[in-house]
């Protein structure tokens, strides 16, 4: 899949000179430059200790990093995507990579004082026996379906 294809050219409001729209967002494994192809999204207030993305955020060395405002990047060999909006294009990106359409999806939000995530639980669990596939997001523990993922 081509980086032109998971971030919509319009939501671009810089392009480093490197950055080839064209590229492959996953190349394959036989790349020449050490790059592991990934995109970066930083979103604005990822970083809320330095202004600058510092090099520990890209030990992975992607191919470019997406982010939303001026901070300027610590590794210079690493090209920067500005955006509009790093939260929007990283939702549209994984809709695209994953091929899941946004409409297909539900979400149900608890709040309050007491019982979100017993009442979170609760629900998941009412869901999770009528068969269908289910996610949950607590303050103890993140899952999709039977699996733990933390």
């Known amino acids: 899949m081509k980086i032109r294809d998971l971030i919509n050219v319009d939501e671009i409001t810089f392009l480093d000179d490197r950055v080839n729209l064209d590229a492959d967002a996953i190349p394959g494994d036989n790349i020449e430059d050490k790059c592991d192809g990934r995109l970066i999204f930083i ?81 998941y669990s009412i869901l999770k026996s009528t068969g269908k596939k289910v996610g949950l997001i607590s303050t103890g523990q993140i899952r999709i379906d039977d699996e733990v993922i933390s």
Do not use: M, W
């Open 43 to 123: 979103p604005k207030k990822a970083v809320t200790q330095s202004p600058a993305i510092s090099k520990e955020l890209l030990v992975s060395n992607p191919y470019a990093i997406v982010i939303d405002d001026d901070r300027e990047c610590t590794a210079k060999h690493i090209p920067i995507i500005r955006v509009k909006n790093t939260r929007r294009a990283i939702s549209v990106a994984f809709y695209k990579y994953y091929n899941i359409h946004q409409k297909k999806l539900r979400f149900i939000g608890v709040s309050g004082t007491n019982g979100k995530s017993t009442t979170a639980f609760l629900i």
